[in-house]
């Protein structure tokens, strides 16, 4: 599977990519605006990203963004909701509001940091993305 | 839900919410458990509790949780759906109880910081087998099944961040050669190296990198650093390593406050010292934030610390209640209640204000002022009170579930029956008596009731009884828990009391009070056997001495064959009491209002001396003990004889003493504080409070003082 990292904390970005790389290939921005422009250049070679990982607090344009960007590309492009990427938020905000509002963006899922690394598996499973 | 609600963390809103639906799952279960079967809105609320449970434990993924949930809900869809009065009752409430604790048990699970790894497996078997029962009942009436209701996974899911529990927080403090050159750069390699293990990491001076001049301010103070991570010291020590140069490294673990404490303050330190060498060239600006420390985590550590506990937990659910609250943190409740003491005694500065004594000074506006400043800070602090008070309701709620566990499995039969839940007690205190409460309860139930097949043979209902009843009386709360059972043995008591050797006058001296007091000894009980509830012998003296902390007592009533009374009587708040003071020598006292019974002035002829010294004084035909206040603290320069002072006649529970007094000074409102912990414990002194002229004044604690 493809995967797209967007983080722009060097531990954060390292860890992430150690982890996920044992998955399918990772691809790494440092920002929000980064994402947007992978996830559409992706889309544009016609090789689309499975799986998201979206950092909330980033310059640029900060997690939100990138995801309500996201969702709406794939809305234009006419990609159904099922066939869209599957999009974690992986931050260490935590308050049910920030939660609420990812979800209300069409997030797919939200982990908060530090990562629960069995919890990740155990929902990519479910995912079925692996 | 308004977003604005929603400031707590996401897990916090979760275990928070499912804990109070199981509590009013629990509530319903006990409610009807005598009934024959539940009624519609019942079950209506016991599927939506379920549904909900499940719901969210899905978006959590707490996958036990959800698949427990999800049988409890299936049994009451079908319930729903059939003649729900063919279900066995008993059963079915026995079922939600021990879903309701298993889901409890792994909420603690997750609070603690642990997997909520409880295996469901056994438990959801026996559900399934109890709705198996069901689904034949609805088809051997001849109705068709409703439809099977498919279990949807959550469309999105939250991973609640790893507990970092059991990280551990550091300082490390490197210092270097004063000949080393470029310290910052180093010092920044040790950063660097701990980068990988940290979760969060602090360094002082922070601008090591884009300022040379910090190389200096390590130089003279060193490099500070703090850190929170899983790692041992030897692990750190390690990573770190002995670079050229490095004169000292120290690291001390410490806890999350001080960790935070030492970010702060060394902040603060730093700024100062960096401040005050003047940078030759303008710093150049910052490229980048410390990396390693994002906003978030650092909201993340403040959270973490905060007190999270909200005062509307405690509070009814809304439904019952259309009133709108607002949760407030504990801890900015105690902050008020603290600040109110201090304008308690500030109004007494002012009033008592030795500045007013000059003669003649016409005061007349000044006293209409006070009296107005006065009767303002009297309703202020009842207004506070009130606003800290709760209703015993949800204390005395889970009383009825121990009843009926304990009860249940010693195969006694027992009604609870509760008076007076709506009673209102300081929060603080509501906490502190739970515990003792529970194990009362759980005396009677257990030691108290008997079988009903002796219950028969005695000519009793073979249903026993309990009455927990709360009422105010006298200032005090009173809160008794009264059974119908075998009562205690006074004979069986004091033949115990002999063999530990605890007698200290001829049996027959003893009243039945004192004689049932010696089961609040420790490693006291006249049970032969111990039961799983209890007879172990700790617990009586532990209920008494948690009681006693908060400044209540604990007497206990019993007559042998019909039954026995605890009585709790826990005074109504902690902090402010109406205090009488007087002084000994140049020693000032307070004693609460309510535990003097009289002053009275004595002469000679009424006092009686005993050979052996003990002193007593004739009032009215009654004799009393008397304690020389001056005798027993020590204090100089006191009266000697007890016609030139004044006799304080002292009540506590039943029991009196005199106490000699050289003179009132006044009643007045006190602030309880404690006695600093560099004072070692007095015998009579329960804390001490500050009076209007600023004098530190000691309070006298009756209970200890008589015995």
């Known amino acids: 599977m493809k995967i797209l990292i967007a983080e722009d904390d060097f531990a954060s970005r390292k860890f992430m990519l150690r982890f996920l790389s044992k998955y399918g290939e990772c691809d790494i921005t440092v920002d929000g605006l980064e994402a947007v422009d992978a996830f559409l250049m992706a889309l544009d070679a016609d090789e689309g990203y499975d799986l998201v990982c979206l950092d909330i607090m980033m310059p640029a344009l900060d997690g939100y963004q990138a995801l309500k960007a996201i969702r709406d590309i794939e809305k234009e492009r006419g990609i159904p909701e099922d066939k869209g990427a599957k999009i974690i938020m992986t931050t260490a905000l935590n308050e049910g509001r920030n939660v609420m509002k990812a979800f209300e963006l069409g997030c797919v899922a939200y982990a908060g940091k530090p990562i629960d690394q069995e919890k990740f598996e155990s929902l990519l499973k479910k995912l079925e993305l692996i | ?707």
């Open chain 2, 1 to 707: 839900m308004a977003e604005e609600y929603i400031t707590e963390g996401m897990l916090d809103m979760f275990i928070f919410e499912s804990e109070q639906l199981l509590e009013e799952i629990e509530n319903l279960a006990l409610n009807h458990k005598d009934d024959e079967c539940f009624d519609d809105a019942a079950i209506n609320e016991i599927f939506r509790a379920m549904h909900t449970i499940k719901g969210s434990s899905g978006i959590m993924m707490y996958t036990n949780i959800t698949m427990v949930s999800h049988a409890l809900e299936d049994v009451f869809y079908y319930i729903r759906e059939s003649d729900n009065k063919k279900v066995p009752q008993n059963e079915l409430v026995d079922h939600m109880l021990k879903v309701s604790d298993f889901i409890h048990e792994e909420l603690d699970k997750i609070k603690n910081g642990e997997d909520a790894d409880g295996d469901p497996e056994e438990l959801i078997t026996e559900v399934e087998i109890f709705l198996d029962g069901i689904k034949k009942n609805i088809t051997e009436t001849g109705n068709d099944l409703p439809p099977e209701k498919e279990y949807v996974p959550p469309k999105q899911y939250y991973i609640a961040p790893v507990a970092s529990e059991d990280s551990k927080f550091y300082t490390i403090h490197i210092t270097y050669d004063k000949s080393t050159e470029m310290c910052n750069i180093r010092a920044y390699n040790a950063v660097y190296s701990l980068k990988e293990v940290a979760e969060d990491l602090q360094y002082f001076p922070d601008d090591i990198i884009t300022n040379e001049k910090s190389s200096d301010v390590i130089l003279e103070n060193g490099f500070k650093m703090g850190l929170q991570t899983k790692s041992e010291v030897d692990e750190i020590m390690e990573l770190i390593g002995r670079g050229i140069g490095v004169e000292n490294i120290e690291i001390n673990q410490c806890s999350a406050d001080q960790f935070l404490n030492f970010c702060t303050e060394v902040r603060e330190e730093e700024q100062i010292v960096l401040n005050t060498t003047p940078a030759l060239e303008p710093m150049p600006p910052k490229e980048e934030e410390p990396v390693l420390v994002t906003a978030g985590d650092i909201a993340k550590q403040v959270k973490k610390n905060a007190e999270t506990k909200v005062i509307g937990k405690g509070k009814p659910s809304k439904k019952q209640e259309t009133q709108s609250f607002i949760s407030v943190n504990i801890k900015k409740m105690d902050e008020l209640m603290e600040l109110m003491g201090e304008i308690v005694i500030a109004e007494a500065v002012v009033l008592q204000n030795p500045d007013l004594a000059v003669p003649g000074l016409d005061l007349t506006n000044f006293h209409k002022a006070a009296a107005q400043l006065s009767k303002i800070t009297t309703e202020l602090q009842e207004s506070i009170m009130t606003m800290r008070m709760m209703p015993l309701k949800n204390t005395f709620q889970k009383m009825n579930r121990i009843v009926y566990d304990v009860s249940r499995k010693l195969g006694k039969e027992i009604e609870l029956e509760i008076i007076g839940e709506e009673t209102e007690v300081d929060k603080n205190i509501i906490e502190h008596i739970s515990d003792p409460l529970m194990h009362l309860i759980r005396n009677s139930v257990d030691h108290g009731i008997e079988t009903p097949q002796d219950r028969k043979k005695n000519g009793k209902d073979p249903k026993g009884k309990i009455i927990l009843e709360a009422k105010n009386e006298g200032g005090k709360v009173w809160i008794i828990v009264r059974d119908d059972g075998k009562g205690m043995s006074r004979e069986a008591i004091l033949e115990k009391a002999r063999d530990n050797g605890l007698l200290e006058k001829p049996e027959k001296e003893y009243s039945d009070k004192e004689v049932f007091a010696f089961v609040t000894k420790p490693g006291f009980s006249t049970k032969k056997e111990v039961t799983e509830y209890s007879g172990r012998g700790v617990g009586m003296d532990v209920v008494v001495k948690n009681i006693q902390d908060i400044g209540g007592s604990l007497d206990i009533e019993s007559e042998w064959g019909k039954g026995s009374t605890m009585i709790l009587k826990i005074p109504l708040t902690l902090a402010i009491i109406d205090g009488i003071t007087f002084s000994v020598g140049k020693t000032n006292f307070v004693i609460a209002t309510n535990s003097v019974k009289e002053f009275i002035q004595v002469e000679k002829e009424q006092m009686i001396v005993e050979p052996e010294g003990d002193e007593y004084v004739m009032i009215r035909g009654e004799c009393f003990p008397v304690i020389r206040l001056n005798e027993f603290y020590d204090i100089k320069g006191a009266k000697e004889n007890a016609e030139d002072g004044i006799m304080v006649i002292i009540e506590h529970e039943g029991e009196t003493v005199c106490a000699l007094a050289d003179q009132l000074i006044g009643e007045q409102e006190i602030v309880v504080k404690p006695i600093p912990n560099y004072i070692k414990k007095v015998r009579g002194i329960s804390g001490c409070t500050q009076l209007g002229d600023g004098s530190i004044s000691l309070i006298i604690d009756p209970g200890t003082l008589v015995g």
